[in-house]
């Protein structure tokens, strides 16, 4: 069967304001607001969307399948090319960031919360 979408073009992510969320993601990450969302050059475009309820904010479940039981998996992981520096850097912006782990002795990954306790992960690529 044809594959009939190219690519994953946007992501929208839930935050409990949008402004505070904006000025985080600028200030933590370094991405540049363009006035409607965050485009990072490569991959899809990062939208924020103000919920309604703070239990909303959710990007996150709960699967046996992957790092144990109940682990928590996030949906978004962004690649980095000095995954060192990348956490050496959000530790020093203040940003909750978990060890840099190996797998498989083939890459290198760590995990990071933003202000609204949106989980995310970053990788190395293989190594």
């Known amino acids: 069967m044809k594959q009939i979408v190219d690519f994953v073009d946007t992501i929208y992510l839930p935050v409990l304001?949008?402004?505070a969320s904006i000025r985080w993601y600028e200030e933590k990450l370094g991405?540049?607001?363009n006035g409607h969302c965050f485009d990072l050059g490569n991959g899809p475009v990062i939208f924020l969307v103000q919920v309604k309820y703070p239990e909303d904010v959710k990007i996150s479940y709960l699967t046996d399948a992957w790092e144990g039981k109940?682990?928590?998996m996030q949906l978004v992981t962004f690649r980095s090319k000095n995954?060192?520096?990348t956490h050496k850097m959000l530790k020093n912006r203040n940003v909750k960031v978990k060890e840099i782990k190996m797998y498989d002795n083939n890459r290198k990954n760590f995990r990071f919360y933003d202000?609204?306790?949106n989980k995310f992960d970053v990788w190395s690529g293989w190594l």
Request: glycine share 6%.
């Open 70 to 72: 109940d682990y928590e």
């Open 17 to 19: 304001n949008k402004n």
């Open 31 to 33: 991405f540049a607001w």
């Open 115 to 117: 202000l609204n306790g």
């Open 83 to 85: 995954i060192e520096e």
